[in-house]
């Protein structure tokens, strides 16, 4: 079965603080995906990367950046978190051998409380 | 710009009956649409999935139906069980990698 982890499942920030929410996969997925879910507006993608070292920003990039320094691993960064960035923070994985119809594997989510 | 909505955010439904949760689109260039399903405090988990050249896909009580000219999409669950309550996600493929969601419908079936 493929696993996708997230390093923290409920984490508590102060405004100003430097966040980073963690992903690894465990299938030698090329691409990874950080999706944030907020009520009312479904998943919206932040950041997604089709391979190592390679990033592109999503629907919503701003006050996010991403690192992918390896494989199987796909990091998200607030540099400065905000109150607006409480949210609940989805990764996920897909493998392109599978073509259109590669589905997305998410993790189980990481929620973000901004006070 | 939504390019994928769901327009009910919630449904009720008996068990043994039938769910039919829908999803409507805008671009007539998606080539696949999937189904997730996410319970509280976990990842969304694929349910089915259907090729835009398709216009059904079964997978046990659940149906897929694409209607390309209403660009409309819905699920059905039959017979529906308690297990099923959870939020659904339709979601669209553009050009192979990029994926669109909907909102999501809340789905509750009663006993």
């Known amino acids: 079965d493929v696993k996708v982890t997230q390093s923290s499942r409920y984490l508590v920030k102060r405004t100003g603080e430097k966040v980073f929410l963690e992903c690894v996969q465990d299938?030698?997925?090329?691409?990874m995906f950080w999706y944030r879910q907020d009520p009312g507006l479904g998943l919206r993608l932040i950041y997604f990367?089709?391979?190592?070292?390679?990033?592109e920003k999503g629907d919503i990039p701003e006050g996010y950046s991403v690192s992918r320094e390896k494989k199987e691993r796909f990091s998200l960064i607030l540099e400065s978190a905000s109150t607006n960035q409480t949210s609940m923070y989805l990764c996920?994985?897909?493998?392109?051998?599978?073509?259109?119809?590669?589905?997305?594997?998410f993790g189980e989510g990481s929620r973000l409380t901004v006070l | 710009d939504q390019q994928v909505k769901q327009n009910s955010p919630s449904l009720s439904v008996q068990e043994g009956r039938i769910s039919i949760l829908n999803c409507d689109y805008t671009?007539?260039?998606?080539?696949?649409f999937l189904w997730y399903k996410k319970y509280p405090a976990e990842g969304p988990t694929f349910l089915i999935s259907?090729?835009?050249?398709?216009d059904k896909n079964e997978d046990g009580r659940f149906t897929v139906f694409l209607n390309k000219s209403a660009k409309h999409l819905s699920l059905h669950i039959v017979p529906s069980q308690p297990g099923d309550s959870a939020v659904y996600f339709c979601?669209?493929?553009?050009?192979?990698?990029?994926?669109?969601f909907g909102t999501g419908t809340s789905l509750t079936v009663i006993p």
């Open positions: 996920a994985s897909r493998s392109m051998a599978s073509g259109f119809t590669g589905e997305l594997f």
């Open positions: 299938m030698d997925h090329e691409n």
């Open positions: 990367s089709y391979d190592v070292k390679m990033k």
């Open positions: 671009n007539s260039m998606f080539d696949y």
């Open positions: 259907i090729s835009s050249i398709k």
């Open positions: 979601a669209a493929i553009l050009a192979g990698n990029q994926f669109y």
